[in-house]
C-alpha cells in the first residue's frame, strides 16, 4: 500500500517557521517526484514545491525564497522547511507524489495517490 503521510503542523506566529515531514512507504524515490501541497479554507488545493526524482528542486512563485524542500532517502521522508510565515500560509498541508515533471507537479497541484489526512498550519497575525 503507499502511503504518504504529512506530519509537523502546529499554530504560529507571523514570521515563525516550522519544518513539515513527509513519510513516504509503498514507492521509490526514483520513480516518483514527490510534491508538497497545501488547501487554504474554501480554496482549491495548491502546488508548493517538487522535488525531483534525479533531486532538484522546484517552487511555487508564492513560497520561492521561503520555504526549502528536502528529503532524506535513508528515512523515506521529504521535509518542507517554511521560514518567514505569513497569515495566508494558513492552511492544510499535504504531500502527494506524481510521475510527471516537478513544474507540472506544482501546476496541476495532482498526486496520483491518496493525499491522506495531511497537517494543519496556522499562522497568527
Known amino acids: 500500500e503507499v502511503q504518504l503521510q504529512a506530519s509537523g503542523g502546529g499554530l504560529m506566529q507571523t514570521g515563525g517557521s516550522l519544518r513539515l515531514s513527509c513519510v513516504v512507504s509503498?514507492?521509490?524515490?526514483?520513480?516518483?517526484?514527490i510534491g508538497w501541497f497545501r488547501q487554504a479554507p474554501g480554496k482549491g488545493r495548491e502546488g508548493l514545491s517538487c522535488?525531483?526524482?534525479?533531486?532538484?528542486?522546484h517552487y511555487a512563485n508564492a513560497v520561492r525564497g521561503r520555504f526549502t524542500i528536502s528529503s532524506d532517502y535513508a528515512k523515506n521522508t521529504v521535509y518542507l522547511q517554511m521560514g518567514d510565515l505569513k497569515p495566508d500560509d494558513t492552511a492544510v498541508y499535504y504531500c502527494?507524489?506524481?510521475?510527471?515533471?516537478?513544474?507540472?507537479?506544482?501546476?496541476?497541484?495532482?498526486?496520483?495517490?491518496?493525499w491522506g489526512q495531511g497537517t494543519q498550519v496556522t499562522v497568527s497575525s
Open positions: 502527494g507524489a506524481s510521475p510527471s515533471i516537478c513544474e507540472a507537479v506544482i501546476v496541476t497541484a495532482r498526486s496520483i495517490f491518496n
Open positions: 509503498g514507492i521509490s524515490f526514483d520513480t516518483y517526484n
Open positions: 522535488i525531483s526524482k534525479e533531486g532538484g528542486s
